[in-house]
């Protein structure tokens, strides 16, 4: 039996009121930020992993602040071939999540052509490509652990990662470079 066979789901079901929207729409952003799975309007499922625990609960509590319902149910695939196929749904939104990492690879690393095109080597934009990269460490490591299924596009999004630190770290020799010449004339 393989491991999508073997899965534990957590559906969860929540019901909140129309208005305020702020309401659905913090639970909707925090169940989305966990990377759960919608199936249709106000239902959504993650699996029962502890890598997804904390987003559940902080939906739960979203919703209870705003006085709405929330159940929470535990499920698996009837037959093997349905559980594989509610895998492939998740692995099919997390390959959607890693594509899009991917694409934000490109611009990290378009932007670091373009201020090395221009030669914009200040410690100001040093310092902002290093918080850029930052952010798609913490981005990665949040994508890897819900990636349960291990879908396609990790490996290269581990590998694309690797090649923006490089391209960061080629970046950072060129500013340090460039602070510590001497201007012409001056020697």
Known sequence: MNDEARTRWLVLV???AAEPSRHRVAVWRELRKVGALSLGQGVWAVPDVPAFAGGVRRALELSGRAEGEAVVLEAAGRSPDDAARFAAMFSAARQADWAEFLSDCDKYEAEL????????FTLAELEEEEQSLERLRRWHRDLTARDV?????????GERLKQCTAACEDYAERVFHALHQSPEGER
């Not at 052509?113 to 914009?120: L, S, T, V």
């Not at 396609?152 to 999004?157: T, V």
Request: hydrophobic share 50%.
């Open 14 to 16: 929540i019901k909140l």
């Open 113 to 120: 052509a373009k201020e090395i095109r221009i030669a914009k």
């Open 149 to 157: 299924f291990g879908a396609p596009g990790a490996g290269e999004a």
